[in-house]
């Protein structure tokens, strides 16, 4: 399914036209072993015919998606967090983002982890990009919004959630992706593409 370039919601966040959906994912598996049920993802080992006829088994990881947002205040600060990820080591940088629930759609999702976790509502959601994360593995698809018209929410943190919030120029924030302070991907996406869209 093709998407706009932009795309944009007023006043209400949670509502609009149809939302963005993954693309299509490729060969169907033939046969599918469950390895691993969680809450996040679920990993199988499915055996496919790839397009040019061979038969493999793959390890793939199902993920329901996510959506992200980059706040941009009306100054051109953009709100990230620093956030303590495990698997990461440590802190880093990023947009506030966090995964789907059933049959939630991006938009709402985006605007609901804007306020849980920075404390803003954005007046304004406009879809940037929608990307894969892990294609070699993984099926998550994070669709990244750009975040306007913000004014003060309630921040709602989970107990799982270790962060701070943190404010940059967004010029600023490009430099920090090229000094390697910004290593996460979707924030590197989202902050290069709202960047660039502020500049054409």
Not at 12 to 38: D, F, L
Not at 50 to 63: A, F, K, Q, S, Y
Not at 182 to 188: A, E, Q, S, W, Y
């Amino acid at each position: 399914m093709r998407h706009k370039a932009r795309e944009k919601r007023q006043r209400n966040p949670t509502r609009g036209s149809p939302e963005p959906r993954a693309p299509n994912p490729g060969p169907k598996g033939s046969m599918t072993r469950t390895i691993y049920k969680g809450r996040i993802v679920t990993l199988n080992v499915e055996t496919v015919t790839l397009p040019n006829g061979t038969t493999v088994d793959l390890e793939v990881i199902r993920h329901p998606g996510a959506a992200a947002v980059v706040p941009i205040k009306e100054d051109g600060t953009v709100v990230l967090v620093r956030q303590y990820r495990h698997a990461a080591g440590g802190f880093i940088y990023e947009i506030p983002a966090g995964k789907l629930s059933p049959g939630e759609e991006p938009l709402h999702c985006a605007a609901r982890e804007l306020e849980e976790e920075v404390g803003y509502q954005a007046g304004t959601l406009e879809l940037l990009t929608s990307i894969f994360t892990a294609p070699g593995f993984a099926d998550e698809v994070i669709h990244i919004y750009r975040g306007t018209g913000l004014k003060p929410g309630r921040q709602n943190l989970s107990r799982d959630e270790v962060l701070n919030v943190v404010e940059f120029p967004l010029a600023r924030a490009v430099q920090m992706i090229q000094d390697g302070t910004i290593r996460d991907g979707k924030t590197i996406a989202g902050l290069q593409t709202a960047y660039l869209r502020d500049r054409g």
